[in-house]
């Protein structure tokens, strides 16, 4: 498999050149039929009286190898299979938003209770959309360029633009009023616009460049915002075994970080799981517009048991609607969990047809795969002027929880952040179980400076504090375990006391509590600020005589009850707490 | 077209051109319109019937897979005749009462099994968006389950075992004891590659269930046909698929042995020529673990649901063997038995800190089972967790060394076992009963340890501070411990 690469821009074959061909063998998936011409490398194919989608992999002589996305039982020898003239493409329009997608995004909404091979899965209904014009008859335009605007689709308006490679007069324009997507809004040099387009999803749409992102992205999850950041545009994986909380926290970034539209990719995930994933979505509100969470949400659900090659599809289809988006001048986030069903995919599709193996059975071009993946993702000057950005963010499954395999080890080399989810940390029921030692980010020094311009100058001190206090704990816990708390001297007690109010008051989040699954950037800072205040005030206090037992025998409860008991934004909230705290504490005799 | 084709008298066209046998393959040549995945009658010379399966089909060549094997077959005399369709079974209730082979034919002596309605076995996948959210629980009637690891309708929770222990008799005690609050149920229990003598206990254990309707028993046992193992869950599920979604009852599928089938599947895959990935299982282990875990579920606006107990042994106890770890990939928690405590003499021999079951939270509790519950088997879990560390100490300083609390930790324990998890494998436990011995073992601990739990429960059971006089439930009350002192030696006294 390989990305689909040539010149920008969806011009179509003739039609007239694509005769239908005979199939001659059926094994599996793989579907081998009559070379007739007007068929090129990874152009998609119907196949036999069902119509199943495929997706050519090799031309060899007169024979050309399909690869079909669909269960090919009773499917035989002798049968047609059309070629479409096309690369696999994907309908993108304003229907996205909110929508229930196949891996080959095709709507699941108006499917029925089983998915068939090969059935037409049209949209529920074909509605009409609010579209108004913003430029004039002959205006000249230049690709990438707004041509109008429909609302009423998603928070968010939905922009029609200039197709790339596409410039001049406006020929034609519609009028302000309800159009179907397929609809013709505008003819731009004898190019017809509507509302919805097409696109090859193994294609990086064109953009005019990328650009350096000084901007976060606020998930919401303190451990995340304040240690591990990640910036607009830039690439997470997210490695944990089963069992340590990594669909809670992806769905929790899903649910509560601040990008314009969610790309949720369910990349052969649990059936139940999915359901309640869409179930919770579409009773969630948006804290920023009032309006549904699942309306700025895109979903592509292709569970374990779906067809195995949409699911090698759906991270690309992920991508490319998120691309769709970002033309537009929004910030998106991609969701794929997970990538490590996505690579074996690869690895069963590589089996069946022969290919070397290299490591574990994953094909040879397995790193190269995921490189391409994880390259789609950035921060963009767009074709019309305007920035916009895709951050992906992966989940990736070892298998037994073994760090050194392929996928794992192949995809930490190629992203910025690493969130490391640690079994013994969700063992211990800390939530969410995202280990400080294991992950990593490389967004942290752009978006310190990223920070001080935004007016927090102190984030990045703040960063530094908190990881030497968890080094340090870290460091005395092992000493606790061989000698006990009580021989330590009384400073380093502090210590493994400071590194326990960070672990509580700060890095541990509740999904499930109304108050602390989103928590606001400053109320992160209050609330570090304040942990950090109080454990500077008790090394003084041991400093100045206090014995180190009756400083641990303080209830610091309000302290690391406040990240439940106040709101999210609530910094009044967190301060209170804090000057409670350190008065409580300034009554402690030596 | 075709000299070697003739009608047969079911109307699918035979032929009788074999070109090639080799290990498990016949190999027909002359054929048209064969397809991929198409079921296969064979009649030897002999009049013998086998079974296959279209692996290839390559122009006027069929590759076909004999599920029985090629033993004793001459390529003389051979006729094959295309179904037309990849496998389909009858299905509707004439199953419930039924024992049959792993092929569904009957077992039980009486005629085939037929149904007004036939379905593809390989089924179609469920739409993610017309599925319910599981939030019903099925009561197993085994104490330790239902109140710590709560199956839920639309649940796959697979039983994670190694050889030596009792997970048949769980896995039959299960099929034969489990309800859904007095809504129509039924089960179907799948056994591959069982030995004869297991065979015949299953038979014995769920006797009671089959004369009352409400099984369907499908045994492939170690001397049938391999590749029959890998029909055998989805002739299964696609039988209970249809018993819950067309016939409105809550169907609990019980599949058992899950490595063995992993194996079986293997050994095909190895027949085929197609190449080996982690432990030479084939790389496509996952999607097909996943084509039959993820056939459970609820949907939305049909009644009924679909519940999958896999059983499996790890191989050497390993749980990161492919089968295990796929297995709780794409499973919603697990059940894990101990050889530990199977060694101590309890039954059913749970490893109650390893196992879990991920929908527990949305089945049980206020409104679907008792309001104490999920608070009852938290407060049980954490105790349990102290436990281990407790003993750990106590193989550091020894037990003497230990604080009073500690102690009552090393009582808790013997009550947690002996009189919450230990039940006879004929015994169906009420989830009343079990959470009143859950409450009786908490009981052991001073109030203090059992922060957990609400003050007014704490009350209206009366716990006890760890001074005060009269505590309950300690091992000393608990009289069928007696003689029991040796098995569990110096471990709490």
Not at chain 1, 14 to 37: D, F, K, N, W
Request: aromatic share 4%; glycine share 10%.
């Amino acid at each position: 498999m390989g990305a689909v690469t040539g010149a920008s821009g969806t011009r179509r074959r003739p039609a007239a050149r694509q005769p239908v061909s005979r199939i001659l063998r059926v094994t599996g998936p793989l579907v081998e039929m009559e070379y007739s011409g007007g068929i090129a490398m990874y152009d998609l194919v119907s196949i036999g009286p069902a119509g199943l989608p495929g997706e050519v992999v090799a031309i060899s002589g007169d024979v050309v190898t399909v690869q079909a996305y669909e269960y090919t039982g009773g499917l035989a020898p002798g049968q047609t299979a059309l070629p479409r003239g096309h690369p696999l493409s994907v309908r993108l329009g304003p229907e996205l938003l909110g929508g229930i997608f196949d891996g080959l995004l095709r709507p699941l909404s108006g499917a029925g209770d089983w998915l068939l091979p090969g059935t037409q899965r049209a949209a529920a209904e074909e509605r009409t959309w609010s579209f108004s014009p913003l430029v004039a008859q002959d205006e000249q335009v230049t690709e990438g360029q707004t041509l109008g605007e429909i609302r009423g689709a998603g928070p968010v308006p939905v922009k029609v633009l200039v197709p790339p490679g596409c410039r001049g007069a406006v020929e034609e324009i519609a009028v302000a009023g309800d159009h179907p997507r397929e609809a013709v809004v505008a003819v731009v040099d004898g190019t017809e616009v509507t509302a919805g387009t097409r696109w090859p999803v193994r294609r990086p749409r064109p953009v005019r460049e990328r650009v350096d992102s000084h901007e976060a992205l606020n998930t919401g999850q303190r451990v995340i915002d304040l240690l591990f950041p990640v910036a607009r545009g830039s690439t997470v994986a997210v490695p944990g075994g089963f069992g340590t909380g990594k669909t809670v926290l992806l769905q929790q970034i899903a649910k509560w970080c601040d990008a314009d539209v969610i790309v949720y990719v369910g990349c052969g995930e649990r059936g139940n799981e999915m359901a309640d994933v869409i179930t919770e979505l579409s009773e969630l509100r948006d804290p920023r517009t009032g309006g549904r969470l699942a309306d700025r949400t895109v979903t592509i659900a292709n569970t374990s048991n779906m067809p195995m090659m949409a699911r090698e599809a759906s991270v690309h289809t992920g991508v490319t609607v998120a691309e769709y988006f970002r033309d537009m001048g929004l910030d998106v986030v991609v969701i794929a969990d997970s990538t490590s069903r996505w690579a074996e995919a690869l690895r069963e599709f590589a089996s069946r047809t022969g290919a070397l193996p290299a490591e574990e059975g994953y094909p040879a071009g397995l790193a190269s795969a995921i490189a391409a993946f994880y390259e789609r993702a950035a921060a963009v000057t767009t074709l019309g002027g305007e920035r916009g950005s895709v951050t992906v963010i992966g989940a990736v499954s070892p298998p037994g929880g073994d760090m050194t395999e392929p996928v794992t080890a192949h995809t930490e080399r190629f992203v910025r952040c690493l969130w490391s989810l640690d079994r013994d940390l969700a063992y211990a029921r800390h939530y969410p179980a995202l280990s400080w030692a294991g992950s990593f980010s490389r967004d942290v020094p752009v978006l310190a400076a990223g920070h001080r311009a935004a007016g927090d100058p102190a984030w990045a001190g703040r960063r530094d504090r908190v990881g030497a206090v968890l080094a340090e704990a870290d460091r005395l816990a092992d000493l606790v375990e061989l000698i006990g708390i009580a021989a330590l001297p009384a400073r380093e007690r502090m210590s493994v006391l400071a590194g326990r109010l960070v672990r509580e008051g700060v890095l541990q989040q509740s999904a499930l509590s109304e108050r602390d699954a989103y928590c606001g950037r400053e109320k992160t800072a209050a609330l570090t600020d304040a942990v950090l205040a109080v454990a500077d005030r008790c090394r003084e206090l041991v400093d100045s005589g206090v014995p180190a037992a009756s400083v641990e025998e303080v209830d610091f409860g309000p302290l690391l009850r406040a990240r439940e008991d106040t709101g999210p934004h609530d910094i009044a909230g967190v301060a209170a707490r804090r000057d409670a705290m350190l008065a409580g504490l300034g009554a402690v005799q030596p | 077209m075709n000299p070697s084709g003739s009608m047969s008298l079911s109307g699918a066209i035979e032929y009788t051109h074999v070109g090639e046998l080799r290990g498990p393959l016949a190999i027909v040549e002359g054929v048209s319109g064969v397809g991929w995945d198409e079921y296969v009658r064979i009649t030897l010379a002999s009049g013998e019937r086998r079974h296959g399966v279209v692996l290839d089909a390559d122009r006027d060549r069929a590759v076909v897979q004999v599920l029985e094997g090629t033993a004793g077959m001459d390529p003389e005399g051979v006729r094959a005749a295309f179904t037309g369709s990849p496998l389909r079974v009858p299905v509707g209730t004439d199953w419930l009462g039924r024992v049959c082979n792993g092929r569904g034919e009957p077992l039980d002596g009486g005629p085939p099994v037929l149904g007004s309605h036939t379905a593809e076995v390989g089924g179609a996948p469920l739409n993610p968006v017309r599925r319910e959210p599981p939030s019903e629980p099925v009561l197993t009637g085994v104490g330790a389950v239902d109140a710590l690891t709560t199956l839920v309708r639309g649940q796959k929770l697979p039983v994670f075992s190694v050889a030596g222990l009792p997970h048949l008799e769980l896995a039959a005690q299960i099929a034969a004891q489990a309800t859904t609050a007095g809504e129509a149920f039924s089960v179907v229990f799948a056994g591959m590659g069982l030995t004869h003598a297991d065979a015949s206990f299953v038979r014995d254990a769920l006797e009671a269930r089959s004369v009352a309707g409400e099984l369907v028993l499908l045994l492939n046992t170690a001397d049938d046909p391999v590749i029959e193992r890998i029909l055998t869950p989805r002739i299964a599920l696609t039988v209970a698929e249809h018993l819950a979604f067309t016939e409105a009852r809550h169907v609990l599928v019980v599949m058992t042995d899950m490595t063995t089938y992993a194996e079986a599947l293997r050994e095909v895959s190895a027949a085929r020529g197609e190449i080996p990935a982690r432990r030479a299982y084939p790389g496509y282990l996952y999607s097909d673990l996943a084509s039959l875990y993820e056939r459970c579920g609820r949907l939305r606006d049909r009644p009924g649901s679909v519940t999958v107990l896999p059983v499996l042994t790890m191989p050497a106890g390993d749980i990161t063997h492919p089968v295990p770890d796929l297995t709780g990939y794409i499973t919603e928690g697990q059940i894990v038995l101990s050889a530990e405590t199977h060694a101590r003499g309890v039954y059913p021999p749970l490893d109650a800190l390893s196992s879990l079951s991920r929908l527990m939270r949305k089945g049980a509790g206020p409104g679907r089972t008792r309001d104490d519950h999920l608070d009852v088997a938290a407060q049980l879990l954490a105790a349990l967790a102290r436990v281990r560390q407790v003993r750990d100490l106590a193989d550091l300083v020894g037990q003497a060394a230990l604080s009073p609390t500690d102690r009552r930790y090393l009582d808790f324990e013997e009550a947690f076992l002996w009189d919450f998890v230990d039940q006879r494998s004929d015994e169906p436990r009420a989830l009343d009963a079990s959470l009143e011995r859950g409450w009786r073992a908490l009981l052991t601990l001073p109030r203090s340890q059992l922060s957990m739990l609400p003050a007014r429960l704490l009350d209206a059971h009366g716990a006890k501070g760890l001074d005060e006089p009269g505590h309950p439930g300690h091992p000393d009350d608990l009289d069928h411990l007696d003689g029991l002192d040796g098995l569990d030696g110096e471990a709490s006294r």
